[in-house]
C-alpha cells in the first residue's frame, strides 16, 4: 500500500526531476501535466528504467515519436549521436534525480539502466500490478513532446513526506552497487 502523501511526493519529485533533466538547456520550458488516462500514449518508442528497494519498485516511461518537432529541438545538440541516445542519457538523469531525492527516504535504492521496448509493450503493465500508476504529458519550448508514465508496485506499505524544494543539483556522479 502507498499512501496519498508519499504518492503525492512522488509525483512532485517526478514533475521536479523531469523539469530539471529532461530539457536540453537550462532556459527551455518544460510543461508536465498530468493526464487522466494512463494508456494508451502518443509515441511509438519507450524508454524504460526502473528504482527498486526493499519496499518498492518505480517503473519510469519516457513515450516518443522520432518526428520532425523532436528531431527539431535535440538537433542542435545531437551531432553525431543518434536522437535515442540523446534521450536514452536524458531520461537515465530524470531517473538518477528521482533516485537522489528517494534516498533521503530509503537508502536502500538501486537503478537499473534504461532499455528500449516497443509501445505495444505498455499493454502489458498491468500484469505487474502497480499501487499507482500516472501518466504525463511533457511539451518542452511548445515543439518536443512527449509522454511519460510513473508506476510503483509496493511489496509493503510507503509512507513519507518529500519536501516541497527543488531537487539538488549534481554533476553526474558515478553510482557503484
Not at 511548445?142 to 543539483?169: M, P, W
Request: hydrophobic letters at 45%; proline letters at 3%; charged letters at 20%.
Amino acid at each position: 500500500m502507498i499512501s496519498i502523501q508519499a504518492t503525492d511526493s512522488m509525483e512532485r519529485i517526478f514533475r521536479r526531476a523531469v523539469q530539471a533533466r529532461l530539457p536540453l538547456s537550462a532556459d527551455d520550458n518544460c510543461e508536465v501535466t498530468r493526464q487522466e488516462s494512463v494508456l494508451p500514449h502518443a509515441g511509438e518508442n519507450v524508454v524504460m528504467l526502473t528504482i527498486s528497494s526493499i519496499m518498492f519498485r518505480m517503473i519510469m516511461v519516457l513515450h516518443f515519436d522520432e518526428d520532425v518537432n523532436t528531431r527539431a529541438y535535440c538537433v542542435d545538440l545531437i551531432g553525431e549521436v543518434s536522437l535515442l541516445d540523446v534521450l536514452l542519457e536524458a531520461w537515465n538523469l530524470c531517473c538518477g534525480a528521482v533516485n537522489q531525492e528517494l534516498l533521503e527516504f530509503f537508502p536502500d535504492l538501486g537503478m537499473s539502466t534504461p532499455y528500449v521496448l516497443g509501445a505495444s509493450c505498455m499493454h502489458y503493465l498491468d500484469e505487474l500490478k502497480p499501487d499507482y500508476l500516472a501518466s504525463f504529458a511533457i511539451e518542452i519550448n511548445g515543439c518536443a513532446r512527449f509522454a511519460a508514465t510513473l508506476g510503483v508496485c509496493a511489496q509493503a506499505t510507503v509512507d513519507f513526506v518529500a519536501n516541497e524544494t527543488a531537487i539538488t543539483e549534481t554533476n553526474g556522479e558515478l553510482e557503484l552497487f
